[in-house]
């Protein structure tokens, strides 16, 4: 059976990826930062590791025999010096011990924040980097690109995925959460209706990553992880009118990014698993059931 670590278990990305390739007959090897993430790992069926992206040791008894890597484990705070130990340095040493270990592939769950923000009106896989962005989030991520294809040129198959605003209608920042920040929030202040943004569902990213693992033509590849481009009067717009809350656009003109998502589909084959539409009756459906009072 192949086996794959897997970090950022406890997030929502990483966790629906490890489900959906323990699912398709993987070994998942969950790296955890505590016992409590090693016994959820446990009831997922997944083998845990204890270990940080900071502990060598960790990582080395991590990758032991695996055969491939999903790297999500990343640091999104205000905290620049800790993004660059975490996000940077940590993907570097991660990619390093896994080139020495034998690793068959290195997926690297990027973001397209990678290209700054705001995002630029177009962006594709060959779009420049934001190393020195103002936000240590998308700084530090785009200069975990560029450590990753440093390992890469030494020999380690890679690849890049870029998702978007990732979307969920269960435990997500961008789904179930978003619809009860609206509930309680209203409409927030820097949103405006007409903004662009390019968006993917969770589970087509998990399809998107087995793809990446696993294609002939994934090797070494960059690919916007991205299903279409939405604003958010198709998104956000219907969620606020079904709670009844009032749309309140800010003083500036709509920032419209167009992302390329062509490449994935016609590189590797990819085909969604759920669709936007699903996902806004699901939202929808959420926005419309009062909150438990429990």
């Known amino acids: 059976m ?39 790992a446990r009831a997922q069926g997944w083998t845990p590791v204890l270990g940080e992206l900071t502990q060598s040791a960790a990582l080395r008894a991590a990758l032991e025999s695996a055969d491939l890597v999903v790297h999500c484990a990343a640091t999104g705070g205000p905290d620049l010096a800790r993004a660059k130990v975490v996000n ?6 991660l990619a390093t011990l896994a080139l020495e270990a034998g690793v068959r592939r290195f997926v690297h769950i990027s973001t397209i924040s990678v290209h700054g923000e705001p995002l630029p009106s177009r962006v594709d896989e060959s779009t420049a980097l934001a190393t020195t962005d103002p936000l240590p989030y998308c700084a530090t991520k785009a200069q975990a690109e560029v450590a990753l294809g440093e390992v890469r040129d030494r020999g380690l198959e890679t690849v890049v995925l870029r998702p978007g605003m990732i979307t969920h209608w269960v435990r997500s920042q961008w789904g179930d959460e978003m619809v009860e920040r609206i509930r309680s929030r209203g409409w927030l202040d820097d949103l405006h209706p007409g ?21 002939p033509n994934a090797v070494n590849e960059t690919f916007m992880a991205v299903d279409q481009n939405v604003t958010f009067n198709e998104f956000y717009v219907p969620i606020a009118h079904a709670l009844g809350q009032p749309v309140k656009p800010p003083d500036r003109a709509p920032i419209v990014t167009v992302c390329e998502v062509g490449k994935i589909a016609s590189k590797l ?24 009072k429990s």
């Open 88 to 93: 940077v340095e940590g993907t570097r040493t």
């Open 2 to 40: 192949t086996t794959v670590l897997i970090t950022g278990v406890s997030g929502h990305v990483g966790y629906h990826l490890a489900t959906r390739l323990r699912a398709g007959g993987m070994e998942v090897r969950a790296l955890v930062r505590s016992d409590g993430q090693a016994d959820s």
């Open 269 to 292: 084959g990819y085909r969604p698993v759920a669709t936007f539409n699903e996902t806004m009756d699901h939202l929808l459906a959420l926005a419309k059931t009062p909150p438990s």
């Open 195 to 215: 903004d662009q943004m390019p968006w993917v569902h969770t589970l087509n990213l998990a399809e998107m990553t087995r793809l990446a693992l696993t294609h």
